[in-house]
């Protein structure tokens, strides 16, 4: 008998991030019967990329409301959800990261009685309110997961810490890097996009999203703030905003930044139109989880809009840095990166730590292994590896400053 998967997305990157592993699953149908469940968390964010990707939801769930809450959204995706799978009747739910679709989809398979495979495990800022809600929503879902696909050896380790055994866990790699590079090689005009009236001068770019939870209210007019300040002080700079749907996120950032000289707020870009504006930018300032694993790829420095994060892989590799909310760590940090060469340069290479484009076959085959009841889930080899920690890089200069130095002690 086929294995038969439902795939529940709801949010942008949900969607992004499972739409090879859909696409995978569909690739073996010899195997397995597929199907998608779309919660509507999102309702308009993430169509491109299901259109991209040919992507017909099996089950459209219609969730989302204006400026849903919490709990409304979770009883609407746990009801949903549940009639699925009884329709469906899967043998594993699939679920991604840390949104209310996933947790809330997690919580209706387990009340049915059915497996769950997470991908994206294992993340932990050990901060129950930072991000909020995605922390509580994927430690819940840790704890109901049959197997858990984490994308490091970081994440592995978090859950191994919390008694997950380590025959569940499947280090994987993040699935985001298998969708950027399936997108990032095609070519890509800006006209007709929100992009096209950007003047095309030699302004530097800086890109700025922003739309978390805990930080609505005085954090994001604080960085609406700095943003103001910046192009103030660097009059060779751009910054380009596309605003989350979220209305509250909105109503503030209009409220200050519109019709602001060198500030170019935009509608949610398409997937292909933002990877092309991440690929042409100078750095990013962000607190998107997304956007953090996604920049390493091209080698732009990211500066994280948050006190601190889950995925700390590209600061420890010094390619991503925590600055919080303040307006004046904000201008500060930025004001840094954009005027010294050397401290641009450190942090703008190195391989990408999250992924290497292989995740979506990796958790195929080990849902696929786990179906026939063969162990290990993935042999250790097939496994992702974290890129070797790049040595600390210094620059020639210093090299012969040291040496000049060592040289007349030692006379
Ligand atoms: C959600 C996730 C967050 C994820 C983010 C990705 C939760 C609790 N939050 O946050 O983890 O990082 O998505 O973007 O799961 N809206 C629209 N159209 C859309 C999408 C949103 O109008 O396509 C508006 C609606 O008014 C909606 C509001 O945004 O009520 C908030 O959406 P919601 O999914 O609850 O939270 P996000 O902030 O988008
Ligand atoms: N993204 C996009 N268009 C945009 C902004 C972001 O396609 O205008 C993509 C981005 O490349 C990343 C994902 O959306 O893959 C991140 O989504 P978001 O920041 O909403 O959520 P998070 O990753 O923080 O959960």
């Given at each position: 008998?086929k294995?038969?998967i439902?795939?529940v ?12 592993v859909?696409?995978?699953l ?5 195997e397995?019967?597929?199907a998608?469940?779309?919660t ?17 939801p ?11 809450t ?18 469906f ?13 996933a947790?809330a989809?997690t ?12 991908i ?16 509580a ?19 592995r ?10 025959e ?20 890509h ?12 001068d ?7 999203t ?16 700095a ?7 660097h009059?060779?700079i ?13 109503t503030?950032?209009?409220a ?5 000289n ?20 100078f ?19 990211v500066?994280?809009?948050?006190k601190?994060?889950?995925?700390p ?6 390619m ?10 904000i ?32 958790i ?14 993935l ?7 974290l890129?070797?920690?790049?040595q ?20």
């Open positions: 008998m294995c038969r439902i795939a997305l709801g949010t942008r990157p949900e969607a992004i991030k499972q739409a090879l859909i696409h995978a569909r690739q073996r149908s010899q397995f019967e597929t998608v469940v779309h509507g968390q999102h309702r308009t964010m993430l169509d491109h990329v299901l259109q991209f990707f040919k992507i017909k099996d089950f459209d769930l219609d969730v989302m409301r204006p400026n849903q919490l709990n409304s959204l979770t009883a609407r995706v746990l009801d949903t959800v549940e009639n699925a799978c009884h329709r009747e899967p043998h594993m739910v699939l679920v991604q990261g840390d949104t209310t679709t947790f989809s919580l209706a398979a387990y009340y049915c009685k059915i497996p769950v495979g997470h994206e495990a294992g993340l932990r800022s050990h901060d129950l309110y930072n991000p909020f809600p995605e922390e929503n994927r430690r819940i879902a840790s704890v109901l997961t049959e197997i858990h696909f984490a994308p490091t050896a970081l994440s380790d978090n859950l191994l810490a919390e008694g997950v055994s380590a569940r866990i499947v280090v994987t790699g993040n699935t985001v890097i298998d969708t950027l590079r399936a997108l990032s090689s095609l070519p005009s800006w006209e007709n996009t929100p992009l096209a009236g950007i003047p095309d030699s302004s530097r770019l800086v890109l700025v922003s739309h978390r939870r805990e930080s609505l209210g005085t954090d994001q007019e604080n960085m609406c703030l943003l103001k300040d910046l192009v103030k002080l009059p060779d751009r910054i380009v905003y596309p605003v989350h749907l979220n209305p509250n996120v909105r503030t950032v209009n200050l930044l519109q019709n602001t060198r500030i170019h707020l935009t509608e949610p870009l398409d997937y292909i139109t933002f990877v092309s504006l991440l690929r042409r930018c750095l990013v300032l962000t607190d998107s989880g997304g956007i953090q694993e996604e920049a390493p790829t091209f080698g732009k420095p500066l994280v809009l948050r601190l994060t889950e995925r892989e590209a600061s420890q590799f010094g991503a840095k925590i600055i919080g909310m303040s307006r004046e760590g201008v500060r940090e930025t004001s840094h990166l954009l005027n010294d060469a050397n401290a641009y340069q450190d942090m703008s290479e190195g391989d990408n730590p999250y992924g290497d484009g292989h995740s979506s076959e990796r195929v085959e080990a849902v696929a292994r786990w179906y026939a009841k063969k162990t290990p889930l042999e250790a080899d097939k496994q992702f590896k890129a070797p920690r790049p600390p890089r210094r620059r020639k200069t210093d090299y012969e400053e040291i040496a000049r130095k060592a040289a007349a002690g030692k006379e």
